[in-house]
């Protein structure tokens, strides 16, 4: 098993960047895919962003392309989300979440992975 603990996030104006980090222990997270998820209340939750196994190949949904970076240090057994020019809409509860025998046509649904860290709330104002 593998477990996340989630760290960073909090308030931001738009425009502003704030960086969101997924620790692992119990496993190398480098064997897993690495998704972020983000839930506002009444929705289901929504991919954000995703990291496959060792090749680090990254994928994100259309509205944060070319603002949120994905990445991993190995070392440190931790992912990270780079969130920058935050926008209102991108306030929700994030999580990361990983699994370690996704493939890639799964990476985007949240119900295909197994663990999940303890969620963190962003919140960007105008």
């Known amino acids: 098993q593998v477990q996340l603990v989630q760290s960073g996030g909090g308030l931001a104006q738009a425009g502003d960047s704030l960086r969101l980090s997924c620790a692992a222990s119990?496993?190398?997270?480098?064997?897993?895919?690495v998704g972020w998820f983000r839930q506002i209340p009444g929705k289901e939750r929504e991919f954000v962003a995703a990291i496959f196994r060792s090749g680090g190949n990254t994928f994100y949904e259309d509205s944060v392309k070319g603002r949120f970076i994905m990445s991993r240090d190995n070392a440190k057994n931790t992912v990270f989300l780079q969130m920058n020019s935050l926008k209102p809409e991108d306030t929700a509860v994030y999580y990361c979440?990983?699994?370690?025998?996704?493939?890639?046509?799964?990476?985007?649904?949240?119900?295909?992975?197994?663990?999940w860290g303890q969620g963190t709330q962003v919140t960007v104002s105008s």
């Open positions: 119990g496993r190398r997270l480098n064997n897993y895919v």
């Open positions: 979440a990983a699994d370690a025998h996704l493939i890639l046509s799964s990476v985007r649904r949240f119900d295909q992975y197994d663990y």
